[in-house]
């Protein structure tokens, strides 16, 4: 079973920095993209960024220019560098992994990590 687990989320003010880290129990070779979403309370958990491959990469609109999603296959890791971050940016971030494998679509999730944005 694949396991992905989050770590680097926290309280920090706006226009600060947080590195999300989300490392999985697989080699990350091994599906065919990951991604980072987060759910702000009340509302529907919605697509940050994903990454395909080495060096494909999707940020959605509210974070493109300071959020960065990048991987790091030695340490079978996906990484979201958030920069110059917004009260709007708080939320329960999630890591997911997607993996076609036997014409079947798997996806894994991590547990979520907390990040909150407030001076």
């Known amino acids: 079973q694949v396991q992905l687990v989050e770590s680097g989320g926290g309280l920090v003010q706006p226009g600060g920095s947080l590195r999300l880290s989300c490392a999985s129990s697989?080699?990350?070779?091994?599906?065919?993209?990951m991604g980072w979403y987060r759910q702000a309370p009340g509302k529907q958990r919605e697509l940050v960024a994903s990454v395909t491959g080495s060096t494909s990469s999707v940020h959605s609109d509210s974070v493109k220019g300071r959020f960065t999603i990048s991987r790091d296959d030695a340490k079978n890791t996906v990484i979201l560098q958030m920069n110059a971050l917004k009260p709007e940016d708080t939320a329960v971030y999630y890591c997911k992994a997607n993996l076609f494998k036997g014409l079947k679509w798997y996806s894994y999730w991590g547990q979520g990590t907390q990040v909150t944005v407030s001076s």
């Open positions: 697989e080699s990350i070779f091994s599906f065919n993209d």
